[in-house]
């Protein structure tokens, strides 16, 4: 089981940063591909961003050149760095994790992820 905890959500102006913090609580980075998502009420959740044991990342077109997905290994942590925000990255973001390094170009799918956090509410004014 892994539980997870994003935090570091807020309300923006159109061009600024946010950087969202996922604490999990057991060590993840050798076993799990961990991922962020965001959904918009009455929308299916997007895939934003993905990291693999591997070190290798993935990124949704729209955020591309705009966020970075990281982690800290000895603190359990996954970060989203969310620069040059829009308003129509306004969403309640997820974090997400599942088992294995199987990496693939292309943004994650939610319904290959097994474990979830409960969200962060990210609003980007214009």
């Known amino acids: 089981q892994v539980q997870l905890v994003e935090s570091g959500g807020g309300s923006v102006q159109a061009g600024g940063s946010l950087r969202l913090s996922c604490a999990a609580s057991r060590y993840t980075s050798s076993s799990y591909c961990m991922a962020w998502f965001r959904q918009v009420s009455g929308q299916e959740r997007e895939g934003v961003a993905v990291i693999c044991p591997s070190g290798r990342t993935s990124y949704a077109e729209s955020v591309k050149g705009r966020f970075t997905v990281s982690q800290d290994n000895a603190e359990n942590t996954l970060y989203l760095q969310m620069n040059s925000l829009k308003p129509e990255d306004t969403a309640m973001y997820y974090c997400?994790?599942?088992?294995?390094?199987?990496?693939?170009?292309?943004?994650?799918?939610?319904?290959?992820?097994?474990?979830w956090g409960q969200g962060t509410q990210v609003t980007v004014s214009s």
């Open positions: 997400a994790a599942r088992f294995g390094d199987n990496w693939y170009r292309g943004p994650p799918l939610a319904y290959q992820y097994n474990y």
